[in-house]
């Protein structure tokens, strides 16, 4: 069961101020601050206002600390807070991350990248490898954390993070497990959407027919994990319940995900396998939902492959119009906004959405919050790679 | 909690892990990736890819359509490294908006493994994992998809080229190891040998710790000491004919000890085809 939710996002620093945030429709996208635009074609962002990390900068700008570290670090030590968890017994960490900590990189002076590496460069591109950053949060959690993973699933890392939680809570090696995903917000990942031409001009319209890509974000979001009765035995809330992961890949390209949705239908059906769950039991679908041309036509028709057969398939959303696409963590974000949802009763809409497009024909909640009172959803997420990473959560029974 | 009893390694091969430190010959890399399509690959991704063919060197041929219930971990410290570097020098000193598109998805691990199911034909589940142990840590990952059921044939894959400063003292490498169900062996379960992946040795136990102090060894004791950095070659070398234990760094933080051993009575436990170690 999950027992404690953190969150770090441009939505706000905990879950209520982004339950809040998400059935209110109020955007964290604006012009990017991080760095000058000027190069590129698009100048809009998601970004975690600067003031609510501690100190990532000195006086002259120049990082004190990883932006993701920051980030991560907020949102671990306020899922453990949330879960009142005392520090009794063993806790796992599982960190889920696209860019690992790209602070180093992204402020390199002109010419330290040039090859051969100097020791420092060399020394600096260490510090951005994923697992110096789970290194990291771990450090900041000490003394609770025990094993500590990094699992580079890309822009389903967060998903990725949950279902080993689960996987280690089944088999019995661990009893606790802090799972999630952290990107801070980087010019190089900003580069290299924007060169494969998937960054939005001026906002994420996710499922409608005008949209034009993603828009960037960043943060971090931790959920913990517990075995249902340690959890109890310790008093903790039962928040929700994560009862099925599915992971596959499409086997098709390392950008684009396979146009039937084949691989994303086969995660899909692959958690609900996995959860005991047959589809017509699912009542609302956390969307990808990207914004992307190729990711949301993609991703309709993976949810037509495994709930089209149904009189009333669930809806599907995408929150990524108002949290931008905080890549590593979104999912996790997402999980956060799923347990949310699964207990207030309400779901949030796709926001941005302006006209339905043939090619994505499913009910997305366009514009308004529903209340659908879920008992059980679906938290999807795709990545590079052709990763695919599904999981289901249900509302706790009292 | 998962028994492993029934997950078997039918398949291993390595490429590189010169204890001298010296790199693979570009002829040699060459030479061991058999299929097309390798050539948008980062180095350290080409390097798995050519251990993962030799593991699978028992295959007549790779499936048509991608086999959902073929798995990939992957296992690296620094497979993204030298890719972002690389990205980082041409942005800066071209601009940024000069880069290869294609060369951004490299600076991302997931790439990698994402690219080793596409050549290999494997669509089942697909995890990548950082860390001075993360080779040991696919490995066990491995072995949970196996005994799960979530997929029959997984294969572990830890690979890392020479970034200055993180693989000290050892030679760029990969090290691949196939694990799969051993259900078809099991006496009274049908009993017949599969003649695909004949298995080499059995996972008896799998200890895993949130520091060395908490390790259980096995009753043998720890193995060779790992080549690599996560103790993923020790398995697909092959080292001992008999028992094996693998112990070693797990993750980013943690210990594990893998013991293996030969495969069920009455099965060949030796390797049909001995794969390749350089």
Redesign the interface.
């Known amino acids: 069961m999950i027992t404690g939710l953190g969150v770090c996002c441009p939505l706000g620093r905990c879950p209520a101020d982004l339950e809040a945030a998400l059935l209110s429709g109020r955007a964290g996208v604006g012009p990017v601050r991080s760095f000058d635009t000027d190069?590129?074609?698009t100048h809009v962002g998601a970004e975690v206002p600067d003031e609510w990390l501690p100190a990532a900068r000195d006086a002259s700008g120049a990082p004190l600390r990883g932006r993701a570290e920051s980030l991560g670090v907020q949102a671990a030590t306020a899922a453990l807070t949330h879960a009142r968890w005392s520090g009794g017994g063993?806790l796992?960490?599982v960190?889920g991350t696209?860019?690992?900590e790209?602070t180093w990189?992204d402020t390199?002076p002109?010419?330290?990248?040039?090859?051969?590496?100097s020791?420092v460069?060399?020394?600096e591109?260490?510090l951005?490898?994923?697992?110096h950053l789970?290194?990291r949060i771990?450090s900041a959690l000490d003394p609770v954390?025990?094993?500590?993973?990094?699992?580079?699933?890309?822009c389903?890392?967060g998903n990725?993070a949950l279902g080993?939680a689960l996987?280690r809570i089944?088999?019995?090696?661990a009893q606790a497990v802090l799972a999630g995903g952290v990107d801070g917000f980087s010019?190089?990942a900003f580069?290299?959407?924007?060169?494969?031409?998937a960054l939005a001009a001026h906002a994420c319209r996710p499922f409608s027919a005008d949209r034009d890509g993603l828009v960037l974000g960043e943060g971090a979001a931790f959920l913990l994990v517990e075995e249902e009765q340690a959890a109890r035995s310790r008093g903790a809330t039962a928040l929700a319940c994560l009862s099925g992961s599915g992971?596959?890949?499409?086997?098709?390209?390392?950008?684009s995900p396979h146009p039937t949705g084949a691989?994303a239908a086969?995660a899909l059906a692959?958690a609900l396998r996995?959860a005991g769950r047959l589809p017509d039991t699912v009542d609302w679908v956390c969307a990808h939902g990207t914004g992307t041309k190729a990711n949301d036509s993609a991703e309709v028709a993976a949810l037509q492959a495994v709930f089209g057969h149904l009189a009333a398939p669930p809806p599907a959303s995408s929150i990524k119009a108002v949290t931008g696409h905080g890549l590593g963590a979104a999912s996790a974000i997402e999980a956060v906004a799923c347990v949310a949802a699964l207990r207030s009763g309400v779901v949030p809409p796709t926001w941005n959405h302006r006209a339905a497009d043939p090619a994505c024909n499913w009910d997305v909640l366009p514009n308004a919050p529903a209340r659908l009172d879920p008992q059980v959803v679906v938290n999807q997420a795709y990545?590079?790679?052709?990763?695919n990473a599904v999981v289901v959560l249900e509302r706790v029974q009292p | 909690m998962h028994r492993f009893a029934d997950v078997h390694v039918t398949g291993a091969g390595t490429v590189g892990l010169d204890p001298d430190g010296h790199p693979v010959a570009d002829d040699e890399l060459a030479a061991a990736i058999t299929v097309r399509g390798a050539r948008p690959l980062a180095r350290a991704a080409r390097l798995a890819l050519a251990a993962s063919l030799r593991a699978l060197a028992d295959e007549q041929r790779l499936p048509d359509e991608p086999d959902p219930r073929a798995a990939v971990v992957l296992g690296t410290r620094g497979a993204s490294l030298l890719p972002l570097a690389e990205f980082a020098h041409v942005a800066d000193a071209q601009g940024p908006t000069r880069v290869f598109p294609m060369s951004f998805p490299n600076t991302v691990a997931s790439v990698h493994a994402g690219y080793l199911c596409t050549l290999l034909r494997r669509s089942g589940p697909v995890l990548t994992l950082c860390g001075p142990g993360a080779g040991l840590e696919a490995l066990l990952e491995a072995a949970l998809i196996v005994a799960t059921g979530a997929a029959d044939d997984v294969l572990a894959v830890e690979t890392d080229e020479a970034v200055p400063g993180l693989v000290d003292g050892v030679g760029e490498g990969a090290a691949a190891v196939r694990l799969g169900r051993g259900a078809g062996w099991a006496p009274g379960a049908g009993g017949e040998a599969s003649p695909r992946h004949p298995p080499l040795l059995r996972v008896r136990s799998i200890a895993t710790g949130g520091g060395p102090d908490e390790l259980r060894l096995g009753p043998d004791g720890p193995g060779a000491a790992p080549t690599l950095q996560g103790g993923l070659s020790d398995v697909a070398r092959l080292a001992a004919p008999g028992r094996l234990t693998v112990t070693g760094r797990l993750g980013v933080r943690g210990s594990a000890s893998v013991l293996l051993e030969p495969g069920p009575p009455g099965v060949d436990a030796q390797p049909r085809r001995r794969p390749s170690v350089r």
């Open positions: 190069p590129f074609p063993a796992d960490l960190v696209t860019m690992g790209p990189v390199w002109a010419g330290r990248a040039a090859p051969p590496l020791d460069a060399a020394q591109l260490l951005s490898a994923p697992e789970a290194d771990a954390v025990g094993r500590c993973s990094a699992a580079a699933g890309a389903a890392a990725v080993m996987g089944r088999s019995g090696s010019r190089i580069a290299g959407f924007s060169r494969l031409g992971w596959t890949c499409d086997a098709y390209h390392p950008t691989g086969a692959a996995d990545a590079f790679g052709g990763c």
